[in-house]
């Protein structure tokens, strides 16, 4: 692994001993995440002879440190991920995107004609997160608006006890606490972005497109995404076995290998495999 260091942002560059595609791909983490948690993921691409490059959005260890991270927005992140694929040279990979990712991913395939493809994992949807959530849930609709209200420019970062029935609810115990400290804070005001809404025309998004649901999914309800995949026109992955973190839980390699399988099947590709 190569970290890439872009003014304030990290950079991890995965690069497989044959390139076997014509196109890299760029992995964008969830709210609070990190490329830490993508590490499997990045392993397998390269392994299937992509380049593969995962960010860390600004104000997300390692990218430097932010002291107004409390206040950055979605068009913060996106301009982070349209320098990164400048700055590198790669406007023409495949996007894959976690939770928030997802959505910034969705933002960057509209803005970008040349990206390949988009893949979407467990992600947060254009139309708005508070109205999908159930209310039984220990991050509803009304508790996530009281937090994003608040506004007190603090960063947020999930509980312990929260991430253990959200976020980790499908990872086994013994692994839970390595898993835990490879997220952090996040913007308050990206919270509240994400949760009411952020514009995205699917129509000007031309290249192939999968969504991923999980049926253990508490933050990204299947139902959600079964949605996001027929506003967006895309094809559809739904799985039994996994919750919101597919790339970490048991059997992740399925997931990984599904994407890959897809991305054969969806991109034409014009030049020869390149060795190097």
């Avoid at 609810?169 to 606490?177: A, G, M, V, Y």
């Avoid at 990206?190 to 514009?199: E, L, N, R």
């Amino acid at each position: 692994m190569q970290r890439i260091k872009i003014d304030n942002l990290a950079v991890d560059k995965y690069s497989p001993d044959i390139v076997k595609h014509s196109y890299p791909l760029l992995l964008i983490h969830g709210a609070g995440g990190t490329s830490g948690y993508l590490k499997n993921y990045l392993q397998f691409f390269s392994g299937e002879g992509w380049v593969s490059y995962a960010i860390n959005l600004r104000g997300h260890h390692p990218s430097d440190r932010e002291a107004a991270l409390a206040q950055m927005t979605i068009e913060d992140y996106l301009s982070d991920i349209e320098q990164v694929m400048q700055v590198l040279e790669i406007e023409n990979c495949a996007l894959i995107g976690h939770s928030m990712g997802g959505l910034l991913a969705q933002k960057t395939a509209m803005n970008f004609t040349s990206v390949k493809a988009l893949v979407t994992i467990a992600s947060a949807p254009p139309l708005g997160v508070t109205l999908e959530i159930k209310n039984d849930l220990p991050y509803s609709g009304t508790f996530m608006k009281s937090i994003w209200g608040l506004m007190n420019l603090k960063p947020v970062k999930m509980s312990h006890l929260m991430a253990e029935k959200t976020l980790l609810n499908n990872i086994d115990k013994t692994e839970k606490e390595e898993i835990f400290p490879m997220f952090v804070a996040e913007s308050l005001m990206v919270g509240y972005q994400v949760a009411q809404g952020v514009f995205v025309d699917p129509d000007k998004i031309k290249c192939p497109k999968l969504v991923i649901g999980c049926k253990l999914d508490v933050m990204a309800p299947e139902s959600m995404e079964q949605k996001l995949a027929g506003f967006l026109k895309a094809d559809y992955i739904s799985y039994e076995q996994f919750a919101h973190l597919p790339m970490l839980e048991k059997g992740w390699k399925q997931s990984a290998s599904d994407i890959s399988q897809w991305l054969k099947n969806s991109v034409h590709e014009e030049i020869p495999v390149q060795k190097g």
